[in-house]
């Protein structure tokens, strides 16, 4: 059973659309978040939350949007998708003091 | 803020060899976790080794120790029989202990192996 898991694995979208990324842990963990990976690689924090409230939120357009319908579930919401939001984006959870488990990421490429 | 600086953007070792990538982090904090998160191009994230910080014993996994120097604020990672499999980029990573906190990355060191 895969601990971690986003989808989609690719989405391939035009400027001006409207995205959800879904991310679902079977961990049982308390905590869970969304990264950015830009192309140069480097991880962002955009949001963190633990036990369906939010506890990070990064300087982030108001475009993405995160929702938690329960401790196991944050999906990714992006209005009105720019060209600067193609990136690889990882759902993680994590239980303190444990480290994070990551899904397999979901490449968005904006066209 | 805590901040995690890997300053080897690029680093390679020959089979069999030994490397050590270096990691530096910057906290007010006495609590902490501080771990090397390895991604292949499959792009997923997996996880190679955590350090507790009030553990002065450093971590070992199997090929792969730390070298953890509390005091500098230093985490960096040894390699020994170095592998083609282990070609990669690697993270370091600093967590809090509190809920809810995040990790936060250093840019990360894209390791390759050479046969």
């Known amino acids: 059973d895969t601990a971690v898991s986003q989808t989609p694995k690719y989405l391939v979208t035009q400027m001006g659309n409207d995205k959800s990324i879904k991310c679902e842990q079977n961990l049982g963990h308390d905590t869970m978040y969304w990264y950015k990976q830009d192309s140069k690689k480097f991880l962002k924090i955009m949001f963190s939350?633990?036990?369906?409230?939010?506890?990070i939120n990064e300087t982030v357009p108001n475009r993405f949007s995160p929702k938690s319908p329960d401790k196991a579930h944050l999906n990714l919401h992006i209005n009105s998708l720019e060209l600067g939001d193609s990136a690889v984006y990882f759902c993680?959870?994590?239980?303190?003091?444990?480290?994070?488990?990551f899904g397999q990421g979901t490449r968005l490429t904006v066209v | 803020a805590q901040t995690v600086t890997q300053s080897q953007p690029e680093m390679s070792v020959q089979e069999a060899e030994t490397v050590t990538l270096s990691c530096t982090y910057d906290t007010s904090e006495s609590d902490y976790y501080l771990f090397w998160y390895k991604q292949p191009p499959s792009r997923q994230m997996i996880l190679v080794i955590r350090?507790?910080?009030?553990?002065?014993q450093n971590a070992t996994e199997n090929r792969f120790s730390v070298n953890f120097q509390k005091a500098a604020k230093s985490f960096s990672l040894k390699i020994s029989d170095s592998q083609l499999g282990d070609a990669a980029m690697y993270f370091c990573a600093y967590r809090g202990n509190q809920a809810g906190t995040a990790l936060i990355f250093g840019k990360g060191t894209t390791l390759s192996v050479s046969s």
């Open positions: 939350y633990n036990n369906k409230e939010l506890i």
């Open positions: 993680a959870s994590s239980q303190v003091p444990t480290e994070a488990f």
């Open positions: 350090q507790e910080a009030y553990k002065q």
